[in-house]
């Protein structure tokens, strides 16, 4: 999978001088989150969401697409425009914006993959040099930013996103002491880690809940999971 969709709609956007940030699906897998990818996500600054539709729309790589009836996975991005790829209208590129809540995000740095990296198989999609020119945010702000908008909109799926992640990862409070103590939005987070003895796969010697495919120490060498 080239994922040209992706890296167009990355440049389109940082040749306009908005800085896009991947999450939703593809940030999932990235950090080791087991599920399909049905929509490319990126978030942008709320202030600058009418001229990053603009932008893909000029480019003439990307046409408006209408949104199917949302359901409880998607409703969350019934208003978020829609755009398919032209050159090869295969996943869907979706413009979220950042509610006011993007200075919690804090993207890699070229030099976070170094030769130290371990990725994830959920990204294998991806070829590992084109990860590394991604805006892929940081494990710690993605997860505030999670936790963020499930306070802000009371919206289920933020939540689950924040499970999903608790479990992949193996976050535990000692992650959380490192990575987010003392910082704000992280409440939700710490309810999950607090139960996630109870998502645990006994089949596995209760050593990792039922998502976490990968070891502890594999999980800590992804770039951005950890400060």
Sequence with gaps: MTMNELHDAVRVLVDSNIQPVVIGELAQNYYNVPI???????????SQLPAAEQAL????LYARQPRGEPN???????????????????????????RGLGHLLIVLE????????????????????????LPIPRLGPYVQLLDALFQKTGDGMFQMKLEQL???????????????????????????IDTKHLRVDQFSGSTMTLINLMSAADLR?????SN
Excluded at 72 to 96: G, N, Q, W
Excluded at 117 to 131: F, G, K, N
């Design 110 to 133: 070229p030099s976070d993959h170094d030769e130290k990296a371990a990725y994830s198989q959920q990204i294998d999609y991806l070829a590992h040099r084109d990860v590394v020119g």
């Design 166 to 192: 608790v479990d992949a990862m193996d976050l535990d409070m000692r992650w959380y002491q490192v990575n987010l103590a003392g910082k704000p939005y992280t409440d939700t987070l710490r309810d999950l």
């Design 57 to 60: 729309v000029r480019s003439g």
């Design 72 to 98: 409880i996975y998607t409703e969350y991005k019934t208003t978020s425009p829609t755009f398919r790829y032209l050159p090869a209208p295969d996943i869907p590129v979706v413009l979220f914006s950042d």
């Design 221 to 225: 060498r992804i770039p951005g999971a």
């Design 36 to 46: 399909i990818l049905h929509e490319i996500e990126l978030c942008v600054p709320e």
